[in-house]
């Protein structure tokens, strides 16, 4: 019969511990690709939207559509 409880006198068994290093190294690692794969999408969807912008500006006619940058 199994118990949960150890029996009066018997040492109560110990689970084993699972490695943590491996755990916390491909956690971190999963991190650090989300991060990177933020990162990239974010890039990308500013990119697109520039090149959304100069294309409607272009397709509606105009000819000077060259973003000027504010003077510092």
């Known amino acids: 019969m199994s118990t949960s409880q150890p029996e ?5 068994k110990s689970r084993p511990k699972p490695p943590s ?4 190294r491909g956690a971190i690692a999963g991190l ?3 991060i990177m794969i933020l990162g990239i999408g ?8 520039a090149a ?8 509606s006619g105009r000819s000077n559509c060259n973003v000027i940058e504010p003077a510092r």
Do not use: H, V
Not at 21 to 24: K, L, P, S, T, V
């Open 21 to 24: 290093g491996d755990n916390r």
């Open 32 to 34: 650090i690709i989300a």
């Open 8 to 12: 009066p006198g018997e040492k109560p």
């Open 42 to 49: 974010w890039w990308l969807a500013r990119d697109l939207t």
């Open 52 to 59: 959304s912008k100069m294309q409607d500006c272009l397709m």
